[in-house]
């Protein structure tokens, strides 16, 4: 290669020491590839200045190299939500590394669902991940008729079959979480639960109703007083667990569906001169990187890992790219229980 000559896929071939069909595999995100491939590949293009012919390619492909992420729900909610940015910052990386334009989208409710499909159907992606959380939204069903690649993170709306789902196991997680607090001689365990429109959230308050029902605590005259719903925000959180205080002075336990919303809540149960854990403890669910470990005192939480979540789905999608046939249904990831001292 002269000095005035561009880079070609034969160089990054040689330079990555892989054969050409192998690069070009790579630079087009074929998840057949091996990650040492890729990642030598991508190197290599990269210390190469290597640059492909993108309309060149998107004649003969009909690919346009770009990927949707789409988040339905309003901005100023994403922006709000620390679980959300991670989410975001991790396609953002799994694109990147594929050598993948990422668009990001919001649906900000029923009136930009035409908007959005019709975006996404108009060719100018390739395929997108999807974050609709809410039963009631209609962006789901709209979606199923796309002719691109639609891969969601959680459940897909109400929409139960047709769709290709990477999750999380929700209800799990909430057993980990009550079943830790029991051991420990917690006798009154209330929950502050994410708002019930959400299928994560139902999830959450579901196993929490399970494992305190297998304990020996069944019926509702008994956990009534112990329930608050919030939205998942810090403000939520703290105002259900002054309404918990208010209503079941006793209790010595609370799961609280998101840090965010367990950030609140011990600020509500300092404010209430309750000490964590002595008086109550407290476990959170996300196990947020910035956020569960800076609480005080630092957060016992149910760990979910969003950036896992985003690289399975990446994975799904560019499987479905290259064309393979994947039988819908949900993937469900494990979760754990980091204990910290709050619980």
Request: net charge neutral; glycine share 8%; aromatic share 4%.
């Amino acid at each position: 290669m002269t000095q005035n000559d561009r880079p070609t896929l034969e160089d990054v071939a040689a330079f990555a020491g892989v054969s050409r069909s192998t690069a070009s595999r790579a630079l087009n995100g074929d998840p057949n590839v091996s990650f040492r491939a890729r990642e030598a590949v991508a190197a290599a293009a990269r210390d190469l200045g290597y640059s492909p012919n993108q309309a060149a390619r998107s004649l003969v492909t009909r690919r346009t190299g770009a990927v949707a992420v789409v988040l339905s729900e309003p901005e100023d909610v994403v922006l709000a939500d620390p679980y959300r940015t991670v989410v975001m910052r991790a396609a953002y990386r799994e694109f990147s590394r594929l050598g993948i334009q990422m668009v990001l989208m919001f649906c900000d409710g029923r009136e930009d669902v035409t908007r959005t499909a019709g975006f996404l159907e108009g060719g100018h992606v390739d395929g997108a991940l999807v974050f609709a959380p809410h039963r009631a939204d209609p962006l789901p069903r709209a979606l199923r008729l796309l002719r691109i690649p639609v891969v969601f993170g959680g459940l897909a709306g109400n929409l139960s079959r047709g769709v290709h789902v990477v999750d999380f196991d929700n209800e799990d997680g909430a057993r980990l979480a009550v079943e830790y607090l029991l051991r420990a001689g917690r006798e009154r365990i209330a929950t502050v639960a994410g708002p019930q429109d959400q299928n994560a959230a139902r999830d959450r308050l579901s196993g929490w109703r399970k494992t305190l029902a297998a304990a020996g605590f069944a019926g509702e005259d008994r956990i009534t007083d112990l329930v608050e719903e919030a939205d998942f925000s810090l403000e939520g959180g703290r105002a259900a667990m002054d309404r918990l205080l208010a209503r079941a002075p006793d209790l010595d336990a609370v799961f609280v569906a998101s840090d965010l919303m367990a950030a609140g809540a011990l600020r509500a149960l300092h404010r209430a001169g309750r000490a964590v854990p002595a008086d109550v403890a407290v476990v959170g669910f996300d196990d947020h990187p910035t956020l569960a470990g800076a609480m005080t005192p630092p957060l016992t939480t149910v760990r979910q890992d969003p950036v896992e979540q985003v690289r399975h789905m990446v994975v799904k999608l560019m499987a479905l790219l290259a064309g393979r046939k994947i039988r819908t249904g949900r993937e469900v990831l494990p979760v754990s229980l980091k204990v910290r001292e709050s619980a």
